[in-house]
């Protein structure tokens, strides 16, 4: 089955792992079982080509999400969906118990994005940065609140430098405390945690911890299996368009008897 093979494909050694590698060791106080995001059986086109056939996924307050599945899934389409971007052909998308393609901006406010590909001025500083885009969502910054937040991601040192002179994981570090500015209730991230070194991915990680502790609920789209190990509540594996599995790993993991594993050895023939 489709399900069994990329499960073993994106969590193969997870067997006999205990779970607080998996789960986060603390649970947030916000937890609910109203989710802030709520897709169902959602079908979408992309001019004439069908991209989505029937994914579903749900994420709650205080829940960090893990959107897992091979290149060309749907995953990045899910998450423009998911905001309203795109016309469905069926099924239902509810934004904070509203229709985000009905309801728009005003709900839109209340989410921080970070898309895989995402524009930056290289001739703009870091707080410059912050500040421009603070004044497009209506919340103007002071000097000190946009420190605060490259402080947050660790560039405060760096905020009255160019972004031209950033590194790619500084560039990653810069987009998260962008996703912060309108003090999100949910986070949508694409491949957020990607080029980072150890720390800088560390740093990451304790900061969604702790947005999720807040009450953030986060649907993260990633390949890193460290990602989903530190971070991840739940999944949802999408494979063609289809919500192929979708619950806590360790369930999963039952579900579909997860219960060998595997060495692969490759050699070159003399």
Same mark, same amino acid.
């Given at each position: 089955?489709?399900?069994?093979?990329?499960?073993?494909?994106?969590?193969?050694?997870?067997?006999?792992?205990?779970?607080?590698?998996?789960?986060?060791g603390?649970?947030? #106080?916000?937890?609910?079982? #109203?989710?802030?995001?709520?897709?169902?059986?959602l079908?979408?086109? $992309?001019?004439?080509?069908?991209?989505?056939?029937?994914?579903?996924?749900?994420?709650?307050?205080?829940? #960090?999400?893990g959107?897992?599945?091979?290149?060309?899934?749907?995953?990045?389409?899910?998450?423009?969906?998911?905001?309203?971007?795109?016309?469905?052909?069926?099924?239902?998308?509810?934004?904070?118990?509203?229709?985000?393609?009905i309801?728009?901006?005003?709900?839109?406010?209340?989410?921080?994005?970070?898309?895989?590909?995402?524009?930056?001025?290289?001739?703009?500083?870091?707080?410059?940065?912050?500040?421009?885009?603070?004044n497009?969502?209506?919340?103007?910054?002071?000097?000190?609140?946009?420190?605060?937040?490259?402080?947050?991601?660790?560039?405060?040192?760096?905020?009255?430098?160019?972004?031209?002179?950033?590194?790619?994981?500084?560039?990653?570090?810069?987009?998260?405390? +962008?996703?912060?500015?309108? $003090?999100?209730?949910?986070?949508?991230?694409?491949?957020?945690?990607?080029?980072?070194?150890?720390?800088?991915?560390?740093? $990451?990680?304790?900061?969604?911890?702790s947005?999720?502790?807040q009450?953030?609920?986060?649907?993260?789209?990633?390949?890193?299996?460290?990602?989903?190990?530190?971070l991840?509540h739940?999944?949802?594996?999408?494979v063609?368009? +289809?919500? #192929?599995?979708?619950?806590? $790993?360790?369930?999963?993991?039952?579900?579909?008897?997860?219960?060998?594993?595997?060495?692969? +050895?490759?050699?070159?023939?003399?």
């Amino acid at each position: 089955m489709l399900t069994d093979k990329y499960l073993r494909g994106f969590i193969p050694y997870h067997c006999g792992m205990s779970t607080e590698m998996i789960t986060p060791g603390r649970t947030s #106080v916000y937890r609910s079982d #109203v989710p802030f995001l709520k897709i169902r059986d959602l079908a979408i086109n $992309i001019g004439d080509t069908p991209v989505l056939h029937a994914v579903s996924l749900s994420v709650r307050p205080g829940e #960090v999400v893990g959107l897992l599945g091979p290149n060309g899934a749907g995953k990045t389409t899910t998450m423009a969906a998911a905001l309203g971007l795109l016309p469905k052909r069926s099924g239902e998308t509810r934004l904070f118990d509203q229709d985000p393609s009905i309801a728009g901006p005003a709900i839109r406010r209340r989410v921080g994005i970070l898309p895989d590909r995402h524009g930056f001025y290289d001739w703009m500083t870091a707080l410059d940065y912050l500040t421009l885009f603070a004044n497009l969502y209506g919340s103007p910054l002071t000097p000190q609140t946009a420190t605060d937040l490259l402080d947050r991601v660790g560039l405060a040192p760096h905020r009255r430098q160019p972004i031209g002179a950033f590194s790619h994981g500084m560039r990653q570090r810069l987009g998260l405390a +962008r996703a912060l500015v309108p $003090i999100p209730k949910l986070l949508l991230l694409d491949e957020r945690t990607n080029g980072l070194d150890p720390q800088g991915r560390r740093t $990451i990680h304790d900061i969604l911890v702790s947005l999720a502790l807040q009450g953030v609920g986060i649907l993260l789209c990633t390949h890193l299996l460290d990602d989903v190990e530190r971070l991840c509540h739940r999944i949802a594996l999408i494979v063609e368009g +289809r919500t #192929v599995a979708e619950g806590k $790993i360790e369930e999963l993991l039952h579900t579909h008897a997860f219960d060998r594993r595997f060495r692969l +050895r490759l050699g070159m023939t003399p």
